[in-house]
């Protein structure tokens, strides 16, 4: 099993936006795809302007096959298309269990 953090920096103010985007075009298809949406979080200090995804996979390879099938699925293409300007920076980091 691995764990998968996605944050996602947006433009200030724009956490509600993304969020309003994510639920009405991508959350069904992307949990559908990726499987096990372990957590959605908003920090409460620090940086405010983030999303933090944990998502759980069996593996790396299962990881990846997925995130090429999603990355394939054109409704999840017009999510990111629309919620591109809101976006500033991505950064993943894959967890193995200790």
């Known amino acids: 099993m691995i764990c998968e953090q996605r944050t996602y920096s947006l433009v200030p103010g724009g ?3 993304y969020l309003r ?3 009405e075009m991508a959350r069904e298809v992307q949990v559908s795809i990726l499987g096990d949406l372990v957590a959605l979080l908003q920090p409460e200090g620090g940086d405010l302007n983030q999303l933090v995804f944990l ?3 069996d ?3 299962a ?3 997925r ?3 999603l990355l394939a699925d054109p409704r999840f293409t017009e999510f990111r298309k629309a919620s591109r300007h809101l976006l500033v920076r991505q950064e993943s980091r894959l967890l ?3």
């Open 67 to 69: 995130r090429e099938r």
């Open 63 to 65: 990881r990846r096959e």
């Open 21 to 23: 985007l994510y639920n």
């Open 59 to 61: 593996s790396f390879d």
């Open 96 to 98: 193995s269990p200790v």
């Open 15 to 17: 956490v509600r936006e």
């Open 55 to 57: 998502w759980r996979f």
